[in-house]
């Protein structure tokens, strides 16, 4: 912009020279005092031009620092906003991984309250061929009182499996739960109480799979108390009764022995 005015006022300043040449080449028609207004004049378009072309300047120098602080301000935005950006995708990331582990501490919420609900619930179970619900309690109390039974301690055993079955009247381990507690009886000589239980067994549930056996103990506990008619009675229902089961071999065994 600069170079332009200087251009002007270097055309300017040839244009007024050789108009003042041809003036003076024809003979005199301007007089010195009409020569000096004339450069006067120059002078002042001169001045003017240079005053305009220095505020031009100056205002494409204020404009360029105006834009170069506006590009600064751009810039210091955007690196404002990168670190924002940052942040928040850092948010983001934490927030992801908080929902994920909040997931998981529910699941194992819900698997360990299922895990304890269960143990509440009615499960079946098998016993002696059998299959029933029965429930959590039930089960442990029956396994505990066999448990005593089989560690050989028969007077406990039956003060276990006679509490068994007054807490649960209707169980599903009634007829075994009588035949363990008969044969505890037999086990330390209580014939009378263990006959009671094993023909409670039978008249409970004749097809159990116990009932052969408990037919047998019951003659077994005759012949104890030397009632040897009886025995053989037993004996000989219990071949009628289940001709196919073990305990009948043994009947058939035991009754010659019989006198």
Same mark, same amino acid.
């Given at each position: 912009?600069?170079v332009?005015?200087?251009? *002007?006022v270097?055309? *300017?300043?040839?244009?007024v020279?050789?108009?003042l040449?041809?003036?003076?080449?024809?003979?005199?028609?301007f007089?010195?005092?009409e020569a000096?207004?004339? *450069?006067?004049d120059l002078?002042?378009?001169?001045d003017a031009v240079?005053?305009?072309?220095? $505020?031009?300047?100056s205002?494409?120098?204020e404009?360029?620092?105006?834009?170069?602080?506006?590009?600064l301000?751009?810039?210091?935005?955007?690196?404002?906003?990168?670190?924002?950006v940052?942040?928040?995708r850092?948010?983001n990331?934490q927030?992801?991984?908080?929902?994920?582990?909040?997931q998981r501490?529910?699941?194992?919420?819900?698997?360990?309250?299922?895990?304890?609900?269960?143990?509440?619930?009615p499960?079946?179970?098998?016993v002696d061929g059998r299959?029933?619900?029965a429930?959590?309690?039930e089960?442990?109390?029956?396994e505990?009182a066999?448990?005593?039974?089989r +560690?050989?301690?028969?007077?406990a055993? $039956?003060?276990?499996?006679?509490?068994?079955?007054?807490r649960?009247p209707a169980t599903?381990?009634?007829?075994?739960?009588?035949?363990?507690?008969?044969?505890?009886q037999?086990?330390?000589?209580?014939?009378?109480?263990?006959?009671?239980?094993?023909?409670?067994?039978i008249?409970?549930?004749p097809e159990h799979?116990?009932? /052969?056996?408990?037919?047998?103990? %019951?003659?077994?506990?005759q012949?104890?108390?030397k009632?040897t008619?009886g025995?053989r +009675?037993?004996?000989?229902?219990? %071949?009628?009764a289940? /001709?196919?089961?073990?305990?009948? %071999?043994?009947? +058939?065994?035991?009754?010659?022995?019989?006198?």
């Amino acid at each position: 912009m600069e170079v332009d005015a200087v251009k *002007i006022v270097r055309r *300017i300043a040839a244009f007024v020279l050789l108009g003042l040449g041809a003036a003076t080449a024809g003979a005199g028609l301007f007089d010195d005092e009409e020569a000096r207004r004339a *450069i006067l004049d120059l002078r002042q378009r001169i001045d003017a031009v240079r005053v305009e072309s220095g $505020q031009g300047v100056s205002r494409v120098s204020e404009d360029t620092a105006s834009f170069r602080r506006s590009l600064l301000d751009l810039q210091s935005q955007i690196e404002t906003l990168r670190s924002e950006v940052a942040t928040l995708r850092g948010l983001n990331e934490q927030l992801v991984r908080d929902v994920a582990e909040l997931q998981r501490q529910q699941k194992d919420t819900a698997q360990g309250v299922n895990d304890r609900l269960r143990q509440f619930e009615p499960t079946k179970v098998t016993v002696d061929g059998r299959e029933f619900t029965a429930e959590p309690a039930e089960k442990r109390d029956f396994e505990a009182a066999l448990a005593v039974f089989r +560690k050989g301690d028969f007077s406990a055993a $039956q003060s276990v499996f006679l509490e068994f079955l007054k807490r649960y009247p209707a169980t599903g381990y009634g007829p075994s739960a009588l035949f363990w507690l008969g044969n505890a009886q037999y086990a330390t000589r209580d014939y009378k109480e263990a006959m009671i239980n094993f023909r409670s067994l039978i008249a409970r549930e004749p097809e159990h799979v116990r009932a /052969p056996e408990a037919v047998l103990s %019951i003659a077994n506990c005759q012949i104890e108390l030397k009632d040897t008619r009886g025995a053989r +009675k037993t004996l000989e229902d219990l %071949i009628k009764a289940y /001709p196919q089961s073990e305990a009948a %071999i043994a009947a +058939k065994e035991r009754l010659p022995r019989l006198k």
